[in-house]
């Protein structure tokens, strides 16, 4: 099957079953490379499911994903080499307490792309830098604030290098003076070209970032609305022509 010209992910009539019930209902979606797709929706619609079969943390039930032109759902196809591809950052930060933020992405990049342990110490200090916790790098766990902990969570995805990266509710479990940093490192990340789906009830954010807003209800799309300028309108040449991704004037 050929993806949807331009789309980096390419979801067609995805379903998820539980036993008898029915938690995704036929999902259909393209995802062009550097845009920022945002989820909502109301608790137990199946955001997190849908993420989740993104990168078969979830085994979906029908349809398919292409990831780059890439059957996910292929049994052929190297699950383990895929989700290299497909950074994911949850709610709970999931961090090693006995590890430092340092310790933490380079266990990652020494488990996941086999780096010596002084290349991957390498990469996790500038991926830390990205996320701004340069200082942080001999800091555990315990000794960061939830924001600080969800950047390394968000640098330990990114020292991998990912094609996309999927977020669910980022910043659900912190403090709200804390959720501007994780915001911020969102941004930049976005800003560099990052492909993103994120799942987030930060309105305002959406509103600033997402190229499309997508709402989710009892297992389908029902809306897809698209701001009224995308960030890429920055990056048309003159004013009164349109958006090259969103077609909307400038
Ligand atoms: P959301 O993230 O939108 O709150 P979820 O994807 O977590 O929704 O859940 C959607 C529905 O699927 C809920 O009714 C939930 O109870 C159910 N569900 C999620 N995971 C499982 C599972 N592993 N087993 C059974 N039911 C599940
Ligand atoms: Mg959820």
Known sequence: MSARRNA???VRGLRKSFGAS????????????????FVIGPSGSGKSTFLRCLN?????????ILIDGVDLLHPKTDINAMRR????????????????ALGNVTLALRKVLGRSRSEAESIALAALERTGLADK????????????QQRV????AIALEPQIMLFDEPTSALDPELVGSVLAVMRD??????????????????????????????????EAGRRRRCSAARNTSARGTSCRRCSEPT
Not at 23 to 29: A, K, M, T, Y
Not at 153 to 156: D, G, S, Y
Not at 194 to 204: A, K, N, P
């Open 8 to 10: 980096i992910l390419d």
């Open 189 to 222: 990340l976005q800003a560099s070209g990052m492909t993103m789906v994120v799942v987030s009830h930060e309105m305002r954010f959406a509103r600033d970032a997402a190229h499309r807003v997508l709402f989710m209800d009892d297992g389908v799309i029902v």
């Open 56 to 64: 078969r943390l979830e085994e979906p039930s029908d349809g398919s």
């Open 137 to 148: 790098a001999r800091a555990y766990p315990n000794e960061l604030s939830g924001g600080q």
């Open 153 to 156: 969570a968000i640098a330990r």
């Open 85 to 100: 591809r497909i950074g994911m950052v949850f709610q709970a930060f999931n961090l090693y307490p006995h590890m430092t």
């Open 22 to 37: 029915e938690v995704l209902r036929g999902i259909d979606l393209a995802v062009e490379p550097q845009e920022l797709i």
